[in-house]
């Protein structure tokens, strides 16, 4: 059981009573109705790959994976959509719909062992969100499995439905404490003919967050533009020697339909720019990036954060990370979806300690509350669990905390799905 009661984070679990390894929406609904009998906790589990500590378990509960339901159900091109069970790999129905001519949008960096409904539980985003949206905006309808075992099926097959409350966009980043998401009708777009894809190293990361508000000011409607600095890349070089020139302490990735010129222009204070000519030299600059997470992990241990600000305040959001690692004198590794704003500083601390030192926690806060005072989020696609848990109140306020505890009352009135997370 103990592969099973922790995600990806470095949270102690609980002592699960035991695992269900569900492989229909029967066996949900009988776990759930068993369950709600005995008032055992349950806790919702995709492939683990969270980062906030949302799948951890709780002492005396059952963990409900959902790994083994893995069908896609249905494919239709004519309408553009397709109708998934929650344990099949994003990177899968991504590669199921290219078929067609077709590709689901979204895209986070675990795209390859990450799957659709942990993407939904915690409205995941990814490199291409700067144009195509969270998961939420590829979703239209759900299957779910409420606390009690009724099956509830909310939106639609259609692109446009307007009947009743939102209810699909309510479970989606409800991180498994109202339902457990047993399939989704996810909307698929037509995937682009041919992409362009720019590399850019600058000496400044404040120099590349402001090209970053160049490209995008100007109009050139990127569907990749992501931000790394020089922490992030010397992990990458030292693991795979991608030939990381001393002066550089950023790099900029950007890809767009068509051509990649005027992007390439917009990087003018970049000490080097390269534009990708075939898509294998396209593939290999985005494989940088996908790289960043597991190069930092080779580091230390982790604490993943991904505040979310508006893009005309990114530059002193990454420079305010950057007063804080010097201040604190600790690590943060910072790669950024910065085309939205979204940026993940990574805190990198010693392996062997149950919990990040005091020096994290507090060089954690200050970044938590500097991007509250630009006017944005504490987390764009990670989720609360139990990481965040703590600073939730500072964001949302109590009205919105009353209200967040009457929606959670009305779907779980006995408190079993995934307690303890979130809210």
Not at 225 to 253: C, F, H, V, Y
Not at 296 to 320: A, F, H, N
Not at 348 to 375: C, I, N, S, Y
Request: hydrophobic share 45%.
């Amino acid at each position: 059981m103990d592969s099973y009661a922790r995600d990806r984070t470095f949270v102690p679990p609980g002592r699960p009573l035991g695992v269900v390894l569900a492989q229909s929406r029967d066996d949900v609904v009988a776990t759930m109705r068993w369950a709600s009998e005995h008032r055992v906790p349950v806790v919702p589990r995709g492939a683990g790959t969270g980062l906030a500590g949302g799948a951890t378990a709780v002492d005396g509960c059952v963990v409900l994976s959902l790994a083994r339901m893995t069908a896609i159900r249905e494919l239709s091109p004519q309408d553009e959509i397709a109708v998934v069970e929650p344990g099949v790999i994003t990177a899968d129905l991504d590669r199921a719909a290219r078929e067609h001519g077709l590709m689901y949008a979204p895209d986070p960096s675990s795209y390859e062992i990450s799957t659709i409904g942990g993407n939904l539980a915690t409205n995941a985003g990814g490199l291409r969100c700067v144009k195509y949206g969270v998961t939420r905006d590829s979703t239209l309808g759900l299957e779910v499995v409420l606390a009690d075992g009724r099956v509830l099926n909310t939106g639609q097959r259609t692109m446009k439905g307007v009947t009743g409350y939102d209810l699909t966009g309510l479970f989606v980043g409800s991180e498994g404490t109202l339902g457990v998401i047993t399939a989704a009708t996810v909307r698929l777009r037509r995937a682009p003919r041919e992409m362009a894809t720019v590399a850019a190293e600058f000496t400044s990361l404040r120099d590349a967050a402001a090209a970053v508000s160049a490209i995008v000011a100007a109009g050139c409607q990127p569907s990749m533009l992501e931000l790394m600095d020089r922490t992030t890349l010397q992990a990458i070089d030292e693991w795979k020697n991608i030939g990381l020139e001393p002066s550089t302490r950023a790099m900029l990735i950007a890809q767009a339909e068509g051509s990649a010129d005027e992007m390439a222009a917009l990087c003018g204070a970049a000490s080097f720019v390269a534009v990708s000519s075939t898509p294998e030299e396209a593939a290999e600059l985005i494989g940088i990036r996908r790289l960043a997470y597991q190069a930092k992990e080779r580091l230390g241990q982790c604490l993943v954060e991904d505040v979310c600000v508006p893009r005309s305040v990114l530059p002193e959001m990454i420079t305010t990370i950057e007063e804080v690692a010097a201040r604190h004198g600790v690590m943060i590794a910072t790669v950024a979806h910065a085309g939205d704003g979204n940026v993940h500083p990574v805190f990198v601390f010693d392996r062997g300690l149950a919990e990040p030192p005091e020096e994290v926690w507090t060089a954690a806060d200050e970044v938590f509350r500097a991007a509250l005072d630009l006017g944005g989020t504490l987390t764009g696609e990670h989720g609360v669990g139990l990481l965040k848990k703590r600073w939730l109140g500072l964001e949302t306020g109590p009205v919105a905390a009353e209200l967040h505890q009457g929606i959670k009352q009305v779907f779980d009135p006995l408190n079993i799905l995934n307690p303890g997370k979130a809210i």
